[in-house]
């Protein structure tokens, strides 16, 4: 599917029917700044929306955010919440969450943030 059908199809849908009726995701909380990456082992993408195929590709190898998802996909946030908690329940994704100062992959030995984690988060704004 080219890129463009997906936009035409993204504005033709109402994100009710987008989200089968659901306002809000098992995990209400998921904070927009939390990071989503697709799981390099994710089963077949049979029977996924559009919508869903589309995030699986943009956090494929990069991180994004939830709010970075949203306005790539041009879905409302909380449309985004819902697909991403589905596709983390179905073990399409991970999200990562703020870490705790202990977790080296979001902070350093001082306990300020990553380089890497920075460097990711530049780089999704540079994209928008």
Request: glycine share 8%.
């Amino acid at each position: 599917m080219s890129d463009q059908s997906y936009e035409d199809e993204a504005y033709t849908v109402r994100p009710y029917a987008v989200t089968g009726g659901r306002v809000s995701a098992a995990s209400k909380d998921l904070p927009m700044e939390a990071l989503v990456e697709a799981r390099s082992d994710a089963q077949t993408l049979k029977g996924l929306t559009p919508e869903k195929k589309k995030i699986l590709q943009l956090a494929a190898g990069q991180y994004q955010s939830i709010a970075e998802l949203s306005a790539h996909t041009r879905l409302p946030l909380g449309v985004v919440r819902v697909l991403v908690t589905d596709l983390a329940t179905a073990q399409y994704i991970v999200i990562h969450t703020g870490g705790t100062v202990e977790d080296s992959s979001t902070h350093d030995e001082s306990g300020g943030l990553s380089l890497s984690l920075l460097e990711s988060v530049l780089d999704g704004i540079a994209a928008l």
